[in-house]
């Protein structure tokens, strides 16, 4: 078994949720990446042009700062878990991805989503950071009983 870190961002708790099920039935260690000023459902709303979350996703070299990182350094594994925004991670995701050090590990995305699929994510994300090693991301709805095969799939 490979040495496994959850971190994950959740605007709403359904993130936190699935995060949560994920590390406890499979004893990963997990991490909360938590902004630094706490999202409130007005900076959520998407539909408002105005709104914190929509002008933070329209400016793609925006990084939303973090309350605090963690060291990975121990870790194989990273999987990162976030809701899907505009149909792709949100910007809190590579703030995160560029305050720890990922090269060399294998980096599983996870999301959760209504309606939106991971595909997308994960190929932002590999061509933002092409030197580092995301494989097949998933979308989880809840039921997290396929987790440790795939994320312990190498």
Request: hydrophobic share 35%.
């Amino acid at each position: 078994m490979t040495n496994v870190l959850v971190a994950y961002f959740s605007a709403s708790g359904v993130t936190k949720g699935v995060a949560e099920k994920i590390a406890d039935e499979n004893g990963y260690d997990i991490f909360e990446i938590v902004p630094q000023e706490i999202y409130t459902p007005a900076d959520l709303d998407w539909t408002d042009k105005n709104s914190r979350s929509t002008k933070e996703m329209n400016d793609k070299a925006f990084r939303p700062p973090i309350a605090k990182t963690c060291d990975v350094s121990t870790y194989d594994t990273v999987a990162i878990g976030f809701p899907v925004w505009w149909y792709t991670a949100p910007t809190i995701i590579n703030t995160f991805i560029e305050s720890v050090n990922l090269t060399g590990k294998s980096i599983k995305l996870f999301c959760t989503s209504g309606g939106s699929g991971i595909d997308k994510c994960v190929s932002d994300l590999q061509g933002t950071y092409p030197e580092l090693n995301f494989t097949k991301g998933m979308r989880f709805m809840g039921d997290v009983s396929k987790a440790r095969e795939w994320i312990e799939d190498e």
